[in-house]
């Protein structure tokens, strides 16, 4: 009879202190963010307030950012100056970024005046201006990479605060090859990965408390 | 469980709860954005002001483009005395490192970041924006290649006086239409060279002469771009539509459209002193906000800062409800 281990084969519990990487991930996310913290069907009743509206619709809105994104990399940087299918899908592009911003803004004052740093969620914090700050770099490449008059113009005048930094010397505004690959591939990358942990950051900590609550 | 130094049971003891769907809350919001985004996209559009080629360049302001041209030779230009990352001239040297690598370096105090950084994109304007263009377009064209040839063949003190009378005679040419009538003037073969560079620039050949490296593909547009910069036609335009660095810059859009808005502090400090009027106002205002965006970040461990909110106490309209719920409810009515 053979020893291996089919797929039927009942699974060897784990063993205390087992050294498999992969029992010690799967311990890690039970313990840090078991399902009913990731999806939770409760919350405390004061998260009914609109201001936990805004980081949801900024991620609707992210959602929608990348599916026209993605679209608009299918059929490459000129499809859309050329096509009325390609210019509608670069306004959906476009004003998917606008609401994206304006709701990402609105939720990160919002949990400023609620100071949702308090009690251990610095890093969530953190994380979600850093994911601000990413975006603004993400949307800049994509600005440059218009390949239209305004495109034009931001590169010219940005190479100064660039190059003035040292930055020009390996981030060249006025390389539109560098700049298309940066907004299509490696910037999308660091935003969708920063929102999952920040969003995994607060699933696994919960909505802070109201000031008061703190007190009590 | 004591988990990161949360405690969730302990830390929700007490609060009261109440059903809360996520993934039906995500769902209607996708709906609700992408409703919205396809109305304003239907109706409103989206930017998309052509580009400005050289071609429209030389044809829409063939003076401008002489101009330009001439002040490329001169080594006059905006980017043919830069610095790094473009260049470097060694002649301005005068023992101070950075004074000698550019005009456009900027320094702060013992800081000159685009000095040490170095020249990684070479670019000699005068090479790349007139002559050769010009000795890729002089084949087949005796009388342009030999005034091409009669001014590479000059010393660096002749060129200089010839585009310093050309420069003087355009002060005095006439323009109709594209065409730009040059008096007479002691600036040897360079008015044969750059209306014949006028001439390319027209027809649109200049435009593919500016983006050729020695490979079929190219997406590199630094040296066309440093060109058109170097103009004043484009800035003209840029003014235009409310986009100069004066007028809010890249806060605004082509068109009636809203533009990158969240750079609005970026933008701001271009607009009130010492910014405004600096030099070296770029390397300021990026360091400004360097230290802005790193405050921001690092709210949470800022006395003063992160006291602000509770001090405003604008978290009373957060939780409005549940304030009220607060006032409202007497004390046995509270798990």
Redesign the interface.
Known sequence: MSSEVGPTQEPSPAVPGSRSWTVWLRRLIQ??LPME?L???????????W?Y?FG??A???L??VIASGVVLAFFGPQW??VSPQG??F???????V??F?IFM?LHLW?Q????G??????AT??VG??VF?IS?VT??TG?LS?????????????K??V????????F?V?????M?GLHIVLFPLLVTGLVTWHVVLVR???VV?????ER? | MRRRGIDRQRYYRGVPTAPYDLIKEITVALAVMLVVVLALSAFLSSPDEPPVTIQSWAHNAPLDFLQTAGAELQGTTVSSDYGPPYNADPTRADGDLRVGLGAAVQTLGPLAPQAWAGVHQPVNAAQADVIQPLELAAVGRPALAAALRRYQLASRAQRGRWVAAYDAALQHARVHGPLVLVGRGHYGPLNVMLQGLLADARSGALDALLTQSGHFYETNYTKPLLFLGDGAYLAGLAAQQKLAGSQWGMTNETGRYPGQAWLWLYTFWYQIPPFNSASNADLMVVLLMGVLSTLLVLVPFIPGLRDLPRWLGLHRLVWREHYRFLREARPGDRP
Not at chain 1, 44 to 49: F, I, R
């Open positions: 313990r840090e913290h999806l939770p069907d409760r919350e405390p009743a004061y998260v009914g307030s201001v509206v949801v619709v991620i609707a809105s959602i929608l859309w100056h210019h509608f670069n306004s959906l592009h476009f004003w998917s606008q609401m911003f803004v919002g400023y005046f609620a100071q740093w308090r009690d251990g969620r610095a914090w953190m201006v850093v700050l603004v949307a800049f600005y218009q390949q239209n008059f305004d495109s034009q113009w931001i590169a010219i005048n940005a100064d605060g190059n003035a930094t040292g930055a020009g010397a390996f060249n006025l390389n539109f090859g560098q298309y696994m900590r919960g408390k109201p000031p008061e609550e009590r």
